[in-house]
């Protein structure tokens, strides 16, 4: 009788098996990232050895990932919420595992490439069975070639161990910064630090060293190394120290952020897995096994639990993995999880150095990867119940910020005491059994093992994890709470810059100083925007964009050989003088009413000003001063930058030293903040570049905040000057639970509250209240008692957003950058047109004529 039983319940079993089984292959064509080859629609990224230059990629970084993400959330008629796109990105670009053979050259019909390495089985089952879905929909076309396969090399989890002839000078500076890290306090968001000393990592200091010696106009290549793209060898599942693996392998699918380094391809799969969580049984899982004989007669004892999706795309997966590859062939029979490494570059990393050859099965950017993507998994439906529109790219900028998600107070910085206080020991390791079994019977070991010897090596793996855990040294969460005394480090960046480059700088001395300004400056949509042009005549080198990615392909050494070199003040100043009046007369035909800053910056070489250019650019600059009163020129120079203070508007505020040799942190980071303490613009969009209007009313733009963020404003006094009643400057609240704080000043260029002073008045500033209802400024004679609009002074504005808010509706706005921003519209009301170009107009042309005559004599 009872054996009668069993053999119903196995033909039970079996039914239902096959069943799971047909389904699976149902999802197959859909799952092509899950076969045993290059699916067709990666072939594009390995058969050119074009991106295997990696050079020719994008930065691994946390900003390209969001970018590209960004893209494609903004591209037309994209209509996917944050669910799809998450398990979109998952089945169009990542595949784990991807080895070249050994020896085998490309040929028509031959790919040498194919996902041989130890990651690829637990992809596999990730993709088939435990985040279904596919990439039908997904909107290839947005992304350029560049941009996809990219995006593929960031998300898929592989390593290039081949000794590449480097080794002496990188392993060795590898194992210098490795000893020097320390852990530390993370105060303010600018004070963020990479995990090593001094935010240099690696080859940044040998970046430095080689660009001093690097001869006026030498384009020499700094990085040291170079893979050749027929010479990668795959890593397997040997785990082997042979002297055919370097001393410091290559990781792929790392990306660097301020809060460590991270397997994105982690993030995003528990990022998928949460929006679909799903638990299926252990049994089920290892009915569909690939090996299935004999499965009924030796199924483990912990077959009857479940498997979480959200642990096995995350930690759990990468802990079976430590179990199955690593501790059978230890001699201790003990766990060792974790390897750090470093970056080429802070600023364009490209190159992810390991600092160990041996168990790189669980390493620190997968901790990191997997612990974001399961805290995130496990939040994710509460975060979604807040803001039901909440957007993939929203949603990691909160989770990377010292912001944290939806007042959450869950962000990266928080990761490991998230770990200790919500993750329970015997949960994972629960769940990293499960998964081990299930994926012991999908990958080809070299040594066969029993089912309690998985579980006794998942046990060891996920204790080794809770000890590591405390030693990794990465930036933790020490916040102040009070308002720091700068008030830049409360700003976000919104500007409209042009950037001209003095093309006499080598690439790749200059690239790093460039990149890590542009970086830091919120380019994104609905955001800040970016214009790249050559210093000596004004070329385009990258078109306006608001995608950083844009400049990050668009300008590289290949195309930054093909424009003149030098640096021609007056043609700087007739184009940027082009530019931004068509980008006046943009804001008059969309009656935008600012919202942005407007900044040249000037990147020369060592080139001087001769003095017929001075001469011209200095009349210039008065005329340029009239007619675009918001513009304002810094100089980020090589050589003594002192050389231009007769064309800044404040040589001690404008001029800063671009130095080879210095980092780019060290270097840019005075910039940005200089760019970031530029107010943005509030203008009359009816007055055009050509300063004239025949209507009068009002107008308006939305504008955002996050908790505790300052937006700060001027208006120049030619849209006020000269008496006239009805004139007004409104800011509108659109919540009445929110009050925010504005102030107003006519010589504080930043106004702010003083947080530790009851008064909320000081000097020449003012501040108030405003919680559901509008605060008016009356301009109708802002500008009395001043005889020329130059001796009117401009109105300073600011609007600060409380610190922490309750029971607001999350902005759905397509201009919100995250959910928690709190949107309120500033108007101005009948305001003018007026400028003194007029009274320049005569000295500009007699000094023109002087030039002429001057040169005739010549």
Not at 380 to 391: D, E, F, H, M, V
């Amino acid at each position: 009788m009872l054996r009668s039983l069993r053999q119903v319940a196995n033909k039970s079993l079996a039914a239902v098996a096959f069943v799971l089984l047909c389904c699976s292959v149902g999802l197959t064509e859909a799952q092509e990232n899950a076969q045993l080859q290059i699916p067709p629609s990666l072939v594009e990224c390995y058969n050119t050895s074009y991106f295997m230059n990696r050079d020719n990629r994008l930065p691994y970084n946390l900003e390209t990932l969001i970018t590209l993400i960004e893209k494609v959330e903004n591209s037309f008629g994209f209509d996917q919420d944050i669910t799809q796109l998450s398990i979109a990105l998952l089945h169009r670009f990542r595949q784990d595992g991807i080895q070249r053979a050994p020896g085998v050259t490309a040929a028509p019909g031959v790919l040498p490439y194919s996902p041989t390495g130890f990651q690829f089985p637990k992809f596999r089952i990730l993709l088939s069975r435990l985040i279904p879905g596919n990439a039908l929909r997904f909107p290839n076309s947005t992304l350029t070639r560049e941009e996809r396969c990219s995006l593929h090399f960031m998300l898929s989890s592989s390593f290039d161990t081949q000794v590449r002839g480097d080794e002496n000078q990188v392993c060795n500076n590898l194992s210098q910064y490795r000893a020097q890290r320390l852990p530390r306090a993370v105060g303010l968001p600018q004070q963020r630090r990479s995990n090593f000393v001094g935010d240099v990592e690696i080859l940044d200091d040998m970046q430095t060293r080689a660009g001093k010696k690097t001869a006026p106009g030498a384009q020499q290549r700094v990085n040291p190394v170079s893979f050749d793209y027929y010479d990668d060898v795959g890593y397997g599942y040997t785990g082997s120290d042979s002297n055919t693996i370097s001393q410091c392998p290559v990781e792929n699918g790392v990306i660097r952020t301020k809060w460590g380094n991270v397997a994105a391809g982690n993030l995003i799969a528990g990022i998928a897995a949460g929006l679909q969580p799903q638990t299926v049984q252990l049994r089920s899982l290892l009915a569909l096994s690939s090996r299935r004989p004999g499965y009924s007669q030796n199924m483990p004892q912990v077959a009857t639990v479940s498997v979480d999706n959200r642990y096995a795309a995350t930690l759990a997966g990468d802990l079976a993995e430590v179990a199955l590859v690593q501790v059978p062939m230890s001699s201790t029979g003990q766990a060792t999880v974790g390897a750090s490494g470093a970056w080429n570059s802070t600023v364009m990393p490209k190159w992810y150095f390991l600092s160990q050859r041996q168990n790189m099965e669980m390493t620190d950017a997968e901790i990191r990867g997997g612990l974001d993507g399961l805290i995130i998994a496990l939040n994710i439906g509460t975060w979604r119940q807040q803001a039901s529109n909440l957007k993939l790219s929203q949603l990691l900028r909160m989770y990377y910020s010292l912001d944290g998600v939806l007042n959450s107070g869950i962000m990266a910085c928080s990761r490991a005491y998230y770990f200790q206080q919500n993750i329970q020991p015997t949960t994972l390791n629960v769940q990293a059994s499960a998964f081990a079994q299930v994926l012991d019977r999908e990958m080809q070991l070299r040594v066969t093992l029993s089912p309690d010897a998985i579980a006794n090596f998942a046990a060891s793996a996920a204790s080794a994890l809770g000890a590591y855990l405390p030693n990794m040294n990465d930036i933790s969460c020490t916040v102040s709470g009070a308002l720091p005394q700068d008030a830049s480090l409360l700003i976000t960046p919104m500007t409209n810059i042009y950037v001209f480059l003095d093309t006499t700088w080598p690439y790749y001395q200059v690239v790093d100083y460039v990149n890590y300004v542009l970086e830091n400056l919120n380019i994104n949509p609905y955001a800040s925007s970016v214009t790249l042009l050559a210093a000596q005549d004004g070329s385009v080198m990258v078109n306006t964009t608001n995608y950083i990615s844009d400049i990050f392909e668009g300008w590289n050494v290949t195309t930054h050989a093909t424009f003149v070199q030098g640096f021609n003040l007056p043609n700087v100043l007739r184009t940027v003088q082009n530019f931004t009046y068509s980008y006046m007369n943009g804001q008059q035909a969309n009656s935008t009413v600012g919202g942005l800053s407007l900044v040249a910056l000037l990147i020369p070489y060592m080139s001087t000003v001769s003095a017929t250019d001075s001469s011209y650019a200095t009349t210039q600059l008065q005329y340029i001063g009239e007619q675009i009163p918001d513009l304002r020129f810094i100089y980020y120079a090589g050589g003594t930058v002192s050389r231009f203070s007769a064309f800044v508007q404040d040589p001690t505020q404008d001029l800063f030293p671009l130095s080879v040799g210095t980092n780019a942190a060290t270097a840019g980071g005075p910039v940005v903040m200089r760019i970031k303490k530029i107010p943005r613009q509030i203008v009359n969009p009816r007055c055009g570049a050509a300063w004239y209007t025949s209507t009068w009313g009002t107008d308006q733009m939305a504008q955002y905040a996050r908790p505790g963020v300052i937006n700060f404003y001027r208006m120049v006094p030619n849209y006020f000057y000269g008496a006239n009643s009805g004139r007004y400057l409104n800011i509108q609240s659109q919540y009445s639970s929110v009050t925010y704080t504005v102030c107003t000043s006519r010589s504080v260029v930043l106004p702010q509250q003083n947080s530790s002073s009851s008064s909320n008045s000081s000097g020449d500033q003012t501040c108030v209240q405003l919680q559901g209802n509008t605060f008016s400024y009356d301009l109708s004679a802002a500008c009395s008692g001043y005889n020329t609009i130059h001796e009117c002074p401009p109105l300073y504005v600011s609007v600060q957003a409380p610190t922490t808010v309750t029971q607001v509706t999350p902005c759905t706005d397509a201009a919100c950058q995250t959910p928690d921003q709190m949107r309120y519209i500033v108007s101005v009301v009948n305001l003018g047109c007026f400028n003194g170009v007029a009274g320049l107009t005569a000295s500009f042309l007699t000094i023109l004529l002087a030039l002429i005559a001057a040169h005739q004599l010549v």
